[in-house]
Structures are given as C-alpha cells and as structure tokens.
C-alpha cells in the first residue's frame, strides 16, 4: 500500500510531481508560441482532454490517436483513429500551424517508424513540439524502475510484472512483453538525428536531464 501510495504522489496523482511537469511544460509551450491561441495545433498521440485544463488552449485542436474516438468532443476539437507513424491522406495533405507530441515518439517501435513519425511531424507544420523521456536519466518514467532501461528484454519483463512501483504489477507475460518491447527511450543524439532543423530542449529533475523537447519555431 506504501509504494502505491509513493506512485500516486510521483506519477498518477492529479497534482503529482508528473502532473505538475506536465503543467510547467504547457506554460513552456503558450511561452515559445506567443500566438497559440490562435493555432491550428495536430497533436499526434494525445487527448482531447489534456487540452482542456492547459493555460493556453489552441483555437483548433486535432488529436490523433491509437485509442477510441471520444464519444463527444468540443467545438473546437476533431479527433481521428491513426497511426502516427503511418498517417492517412486525408491527414498528410493538411497543413498546421504547429505539430505537437508528448511521450509517445518512445512508444511508436523502433527507429524506423520514429524516423517516419519525424518526418510527417516536420512536414506538416513549419513549427512542432515534441518530447520524450530522456534515455539516460537514471528512473524509467513508465514503471518507476531505477535502471530499468539498460537491462536485458527478460530482465525488463520481470520488473514490468513484479516491479511494485509499476502501473499494474501482476500483468500477464504477454502484456508485458508488448509493453517492454514497444517502449524504447531515446537519446539526445538521435533526436537531433531525426529533427535535424529543431533547438533540442532538456527538461531537468534533481539537476540531471529527464526528458528532452525537439522545438522548432516558424
């Protein structure tokens, strides 16, 4: 009960110390995109929601998503069922103002369809936002886990099944496999690999880096 009650407080909690990262991390974005309020945002991998309770909402917000479509959405809100890295062209011959992401680019499997994923979000928008978890930082966000990332695929399963720090401990193998093979941190070099023409952005914790935002402005 403990260490659920230490993951509540570090990553679930509606003001943990992730919701709040998140939070300072939306008052970064309305300060690097002064006319926010007036974009037409593609945000790859999100929800409808997050948008909601940020301090500065887009006039337009399309969200692409793996999950189901939300059964209602608000005026200013469209949302499709899509792969990021495989997007429809319905989806590709649009233009935005801005291409956002939040902690999926280490989630879409593999470089290869993080190198697709990159090159729709560079093209369909003269200006984008992407962040992901930063490789090196000692934790591993997904599951808590010091040290998680740099461990055999067998050894990462085992800590996804039994690790108490983990979302849901006790998962089947299976599941678990899935989860460890499609979640796959990134490093500094290989984002500037991929967004060659962004400022690479460090967000720090404790001093030391924790994630990483590729930036570019119009």
């Given at each position: 009960m403990a260490l659920?009650?230490?993951?509540?407080?570090?990553?679930?909690s509606p003001t943990s110390v992730g919701a709040r990262r998140r939070a300072r991390r939306a008052g970064w974005l309305a300060d690097a995109f002064p006319d926010l309020a007036e974009m037409t945002v593609l945000d790859l991998?999100?929800?409808?929601?997050?948008?909601?309770?940020?301090?500065?909402?887009?006039?337009?917000?399309?969200?692409?998503?793996?999950?189901?479509?939300?059964?209602?959405?608000?005026a200013w809100a469209e949302a499709d069922h899509?792969?990021?890295?495989?997007?429809?062209?319905?989806?590709?011959?649009?233009?935005?103002?801005?291409?956002?992401?939040?902690?999926?680019l280490e989630h879409v499997?593999?470089?290869?369809?993080?190198?697709?994923?990159?090159?729709?979000?560079r093209a369909l928008a003269p200006a984008y936002w992407?962040?992901?978890?930063?490789?090196?930082?000692?934790?591993e966000p997904h599951w808590v886990a010091p040290g998680m990332q740099f461990l055999p695929v067998p050894a990462r399963v085992?800590?996804?099944?039994?690790?108490?720090?983990?979302?849901?401990?006790?998962?089947?193998?299976?599941?678990a496999m899935r989860q460890v093979l499609?979640?796959?941190?990134?490093?500094r070099a290989e984002l500037r690999y991929l967004f060659p023409d962004a400022t690479i952005r460090g967000e720090r914790l404790l001093g030391?880096?924790?994630?990483?935002?590729?930036v570019r402005r119009p």
């Open positions: 659920h009650s230490l993951r509540f407080y570090l990553v679930d991998g999100g929800r409808v929601e997050s948008w909601s309770t940020v301090p500065v909402r887009p006039a337009r917000v399309h969200v692409v998503n793996l999950e189901p479509l939300p059964a209602e959405l608000p899509a792969d990021a890295c495989e997007l429809p062209e319905r989806i590709l011959r649009r233009r935005y103002d801005l291409v956002f992401s939040n902690s999926v499997g593999g470089h290869e369809r993080r190198r697709r994923m990159a090159e729709a979000v992407v962040q992901t978890p930063y490789r090196y930082f000692p934790v085992f800590v996804a099944r039994k690790w108490p720090l983990a979302y849901t401990p006790g998962k089947s193998y299976e599941l499609t979640t796959e941190l990134v490093g030391l880096t924790k994630s990483l935002i590729a």
